[in-house]
């Protein structure tokens, strides 16, 4: 999943830039032209100087005569040898004050190169003080004591891992398993069923087990639903990928859903990033994967990426780097409008420290609030996994940091919500202290 990849940049076919769903072996991939060559510039036809205009340029200017007896003015040959050397006196004649074109132009360039490194300071102040300021804003937003009651519904979610329906886990991985979530408040399991072609179709040959893995939680873990979590990468900023402009491939998309709920999963998640702010296919696409779903009596989800922690900032970013990130808050509240539930993918958010990460989380988390209707269940993602590189830091985004944030959002925003719940991202990279921490902050049994 996004650093927003379940990247603000990963594998799109999983939610956020976290570990690869499907990490095990036999794993299913998820200004204008310049002169021709042999062009001569064309050399000037000499011409013969002017004699008169010679001896003007050679004299200079005329200045009045020094002796009044003397109206005639001085010999012709009185102006010295220079009188009969026209370049000589020419140089001679030269004004010492004229400027000189190579100092001129040196300066314009040195005053172009001071506006240049005065522009650059000033765009980079112009960023780093917002940027400043919201970060202390999150250390802030961090601060505090959640309101009592604000632990889970028992309406979480956790991504699995391809393994489970491509035949390389057993009754006893399902036992383990159910162990592992009896007593929690997870009630949806978004199994890795894609990645979709990107032509929009969906063998189904990648997922093999999946009558079987459904039917082995249902009896171990009875009311625990299993959903299809299918993705893949979009070709908004590279030449390859899915295209969600393409209607054929929009109902390709549709056409795979419809197949893997006549397969008996009862719902499809999806994951399709990176995904813009504004992208009116994918609006358009949930419409109809609705009808869809509905008509099976199954849900439909989605992992979505985070809001703009400052106004546009997706503009901002966009501009920057080519990869907008961040959704605004009006655009997440199309999208939840259109769905049964709304996973934003909170992790991978470039934040140093625990403290701003949980600040970012909890700003997130009140954002989502603000716009997700009442009908629409929303959940915050925790990391259950340990990478580092770009965008995130293990040591930052921790599990007890995200579920603090999650609490301090939930009590300033909409305390009582009850449609709402946590997604743990990814079953495969889990530690136990993953595990402790969500229990005891979260599900606080």
Known sequence: MESGAPASSGSASEPGAGPDPDPDPGAVPGPGPG???GDTPEKPVPQEPDPQEQDRQATGPQEPALEASDPQGPAPDAAGPEASDPQGSAQGAADPEAPDPQAAAGQRSRRRRRWVRRGAVALVLLLLVPLLGAEAALRVNYSGDPADGTYTR?????????????????????TALAERLRGTGIRDLYVHTGPLEHDGTLPESVYPKAGWFIAAVHRALPGVRVQAWLGDVLASESP????????????AVVASAREVLAAGYEGAHFDLEPLHSGDRNYLGLLDDLRAVTRAHGALLSVASHQIDPLPAFH?????????????????FGEVARRVDQIAVMSYDTMQPLQSLYGGYVAQ??????????????????????HENKFGHQAHAETVPAAVRGVRLGLSRTDADRARFGVALYVDFAATEADWTAYREDWVHR
């Open 240 to 251: 390859d990928g899915l295209r969600l402009e393409r209607a054929r491939t929009r109902a």
């Open 364 to 385: 997130q988390t009140s954002l989502a609030l603000e716009v997700t209707p009442p009908g629409t269940q929303l959940l915050m993602g925790l990391p259950f996994y």
């Open 315 to 331: 503009s901002v970013w966009g501009t920057l780097t080519n990869h907008p990130k961040w959704w605004s808050q009006a655009y």
């Open 35 to 37: 002169p021709k060559p």
């Open 154 to 174: 028992g309406q979480d979610a956790i991504w699995l891992g391809h393994a489970w329906v491509d035949g390389r886990k057993t009754d006893a991985d399902v």
